[in-house]
């Protein structure tokens, strides 16, 4: 008899979802941010997608989440904003405007746009 290659017979197929849940704040600029300075957007200030004013902003999940900032229309590098979330303090947005740079002109709309993903997957093996 010849030789042959002895393996198990088995198929898995495997469904992979992100499901993301996308949350926007919305502010408008009351004051001039020359640049060099900071403007500092507080959870009060902000208000949500049906117009009420934001009581929290959510908790970025570790690994699964991100946040955008525009300014204008435009999306903004990650490294001028920092974000805090409201789970142990109210809750803020901090844009530095780098030296150099125009400013931040009165009446200029800030988005906060936070996505945290939930990862769901399921694996069926048939052998």
């Known amino acids: ?69 525009y300014i204008n229309g435009v999306l903004q590098m990650q490294n001028i904003s920092t974000y805090v979330p409201g789970a142990t303090t109210v809750g803020s947005l901090e844009i530095t405007v780098p030296a150099g740079v125009d400013s931040i002109i009165v009446g200029s709309p800030v988005v906060l746009e936070v996505v945290n993903f939930t990862p769901t997957s399921t694996t069926t093996v048939i052998s």
């Open 1 to 69: 008899m010849a030789l042959q290659l002895m393996k198990l017979a088995i198929t898995a197929t495997s469904t992979i979802a992100t499901d993301p849940n996308l949350e926007k704040f919305f502010y408008v600029t009351t004051s001039e941010t020359a640049g060099g300075t900071t403007l500092t957007i507080d959870t009060a200030d902000f208000f949500d997608d049906a117009g009420a004013v934001a009581t929290e902003l959510p908790v970025l999940a570790t690994d699964n989440s991100m946040f955008n900032v």
